[in-house]
Nanobody
Framework: QVQLVESGGGLVQSGGSLKLSCAASGISLEDSAVGWFRQAPGKEREGVACISGSDGSTHYSENMQGRFTISRDATQNTMYLEMTGLKPEDTAVYYC?????????????????WGQGTQVTVSS
């Protein structure tokens, strides 16, 4: 059974940083496509960043490029999202997701396994 457990969310001031973690069990993150997504109240879930399941390349939504960094640790079977320069519009519930798809995608509907979400709130 696949289980993803996120941690690291919280309240931070504008311009601050947070690092989210997603510990996985029942699936190898190293052999999978992994991604971070977020959903703000009243908005659709959107892709933030992902790592390709085929070549390990990283990909980011244009709004997050340069501010967010996605990574994974095979030994810990954990993935991370390091966020810097946070803005109030980054406030959302952040989810990690995993799938066996080859290649990469920021389309949430392509991912089968999801964490429970962690709240990130950025105050102005």
């Amino acid at each position: 059974q696949v289980q993803l457990v996120e941690s690291g969310g919280g309240l931070v001031q504008s311009g601050g940083s947070l690092k989210l973690s997603c510990a996985a069990s029942g699936i190898s993150l190293e052999d999978s496509a992994v991604g971070w997504f977020r959903q703000a109240p009243g908005k659709e879930r959107e892709g933030v960043a992902c790592i390709s399941g085929s070549d390990g390349s990283t990909h980011y939504s244009e709004n997050m490029q340069g501010r967010f960094t996605i990574s994974r640790d095979a030994t810990q079977n954990t993935m991370y999202l390091e966020m810097t320069g946070l803005k109030p519009e980054d406030t959302a519930v952040y989810y990690c997701a995993v799938d066996s798809l080859r290649g990469w995608s920021l389309a949430h509907y392509l991912y089968n396994y999801w964490g429970q979400g962690t709240q990130v709130t950025v105050s102005s």
